[in-house]
């Protein structure tokens, strides 16, 4: 197994211990965060219902109009603003944060303090 894909399944064991232990709920949901090289996409999920309840991400035609490129810290904070606004117009304030095996360092530190730095405590 090369380098590249021993870091993709170390990954996802973490991924799956912070899932086990985190559930979104309809008075709690989950606030889940995907990352990839060139963009970064995050969702509200309830999952004792199975519904995504709110979503966001550099792709969306909003967001691809306000940067130039999506796989920096710039853009992850436009995409926590607009994950936070959007949560707002759907009465969320309050959810649990699923980083997704990810350090919490860069552009998943900036998304998550941009969407609390527009009131969404988690």
């Not at 967001?63 to 992850?76: D, E, H, L, P, T």
Request: aromatic residues 4%; positive net charge.
């Amino acid at each position: 197994m090369n380098h590249i894909q021993e870091k993709k399944r170390k990954r996802e064991r973490r991924h799956l211990r912070i899932r086990r232990k985190v559930i979104g709920t309809s008075d709690r949901p989950r606030l889940s965060v995907c990352r990839t090289l060139k963009h970064i996409y995050c969702q509200i999920i309830n999952d004792i219902e199975g519904k995504t309840l709110a979503a966001a991400s550099t792709q969306s035609a909003d967001i691809r109009s306000q940067i130039k490129y999506g796989g920096n810290v710039k853009a992850a904070e436009i995409v926590g603003k607009k994950i936070a606004d959007e949560a707002k117009s759907k009465g969320i304030t309050k959810v649990v944060f699923d980083k997704g095996g990810y350090k919490y360092h860069g552009r998943i530190k900036a998304l998550a303090e941009s969407a609390r730095k527009n009131n969404l405590s988690f």
